[in-house]
């Protein structure tokens, strides 16, 4: 299914996040690679098949092979990495922050393509993850690497209307093709 075709099930009490998905994907803080390359690093985050492969089947032909391949690496690797120094942050053994992670992470120094785009990926990930460490951690990076704070929030509004739209599109499916809010 297209992202149009996607967008159009998208119930009446949502509208606000079909109308800005178009809006964020064209904001000039961004160049179209970061907006496509979060939009696709933040679709796989969010776990929703049918907008996972409409923004995928937009995003390869918004994107480079290496470019594609480097949103995915970007979601993955934060899968992981959200997890556990989230945990490191949960809790208050300060032993922990001690031991080494010992998890493998060559991704991102070989993922091929641009290292700014990809921090920024990882950093907007972050967020729908609620990694305080990582979200800190690549936002330093991106904005030492020269990102105006513009063009990091412009990604984190890509990452919250995907998120948003992949929470409908899930309600929607579990209410079935007539969705309506409970007790409308």
């Known amino acids: 299914m297209t992202l149009e075709a996607l967008l159009d099930t998208v119930p009446d009490y949502a509208k606000d996040l079909k109308l800005n998905l178009s809006n964020v994907l064209r904001q000039s803080e961004l160049t179209p690679q970061q907006a496509w390359g979060t939009a696709l690093a933040c679709a796989i985050a969010c776990r ?53 992670a010992r998890l493998r992470m060559n991704v991102i120094r070989t993922h091929g393509s641009d290292p700014v785009d990809f921090e920024l990926w990882c950093t907007a990930v972050s967020a729908i993850n609620n990694c305080q460490a990582c979200a800190q951690s690549h936002e330093r990076v991106v904005r030492e690497k020269g990102l105006p ?35 409308a």
């Open 48 to 100: 929703n098949a049918e907008l996972r492969a409409a923004i995928a089947q937009e995003a390869r032909q918004q994107l480079t092979p290496a470019a594609y391949q480097a949103a995915g690496a970007a979601a993955a690797i934060m899968g992981m990495n959200n997890v556990y120094y989230r945990f490191l942050h949960l809790v208050d053994n300060e032993k922990y922050r001690t031991i080494p």
């Open 149 to 183: 704070e513009e063009t990091i929030l412009a990604a984190v509004r890509i990452a919250a209307v995907i998120h948003g739209l992949a929470s409908v599109l899930e309600s929607n499916a579990a209410l079935g093709a007539q969705a309506a809010l409970p007790g």
